[in-house]
């Protein structure tokens, strides 16, 4: 017989089988219809995530520190990193003189929360284990088109990264406020789309997941260290 403990269920799971976590997870949520069909439409979005790897390239102190964690613990500090760098690229483009008026605007009120979901992340870190550190970075900043279309490549980025972790969340409270962060990055990422001549929904009724390799893949260059 064998002595090895079963997998913990995760969130989502749980959430699925139990109609009281259900219940108690949707008022947290803010009840109602408009959440209840949200949350369907999360759990029918996320599949299992292998976490195979699509890029190549030399592993930076960020993946070494992702791979060495697991658990909660782990999506919170990827998340965290994720913000960081979005948080870090708005500050850079908001200070590089590319924007005025009603574009200088956005950029710095997606920024600011930006900054706000590095707050909480961190917070939460603290209370599993320790946050990640800030990664050291740097983007291209050549003109005013090209940094509008990095800034819809960055939340469509950061909207799949939180769908592809969602399954994985063991806590509910934490797949919460994954939610939370999660439908803020997909509004960013449809007003940048739109303001790119791209379509608001690129991926049509149901959004596509990003898995951790894919996405570290894809925010590499932006990190130097």
């Known amino acids: 017989m064998s002595n090895t403990s079963p997998e913990p269920d995760s969130a989502l799971q749980e959430l699925a089988r139990d109609p009281g976590s ?3 997870f949707l008022r947290k949520m803010g009840g109602g219809v408009a959440a209840t069909s949200a949350f369907g439409l999360f759990l029918a979005a996320c599949g299992g995530d292998d976490d195979s790897t699509s890029g ?3 592993t930076t102190q960020t993946d070494t520190a992702m791979k060495e964690e697991s658990g909660d613990l782990a999506i919170v500090n990827y998340a965290l990193t994720l913000e960081y760098l979005e948080t870090a690229f708005y500050a850079d483009v908001a200070a590089s003189g590319l924007f005025k008026g009603a574009e200088l605007e956005m ?3 997606i920024g600011e929360q930006e900054q706000a979901h590095v707050a909480a992340l961190e ?3 603290k209370n599993l284990g320790t946050p990640a550190a800030k990664p050291q970075t740097k983007f291209p900043l050549d003109s005013a088109e090209s940094v509008l279309g990095l800034a819809a490549t960055v939340e469509n980025l950061g909207a799949a990264a939180y769908l592809g972790q969602a399954a994985k969340i063991e806590s509910k409270e934490i797949l919460a406020a994954a939610l939370a962060i999660h439908t803020v990055e997909a509004r960013h990422a449809a007003a940048l789309n739109q303001l790119t001549g791209k379509s608001f929904v690129p991926d049509g009724a149901f959004a596509v997941p990003a898995s ?3 996405v570290l893949a894809a925010v590499k260059p932006f990190i130097v260290s």
């Open 107 to 109: 950029i710095k009120m």
């Open 212 to 214: 951790m390799d894919e």
């Open 123 to 125: 917070g939460t870190a």
């Open 22 to 24: 259900r219940k108690e």
């Open 56 to 58: 190549a390239g030399t």
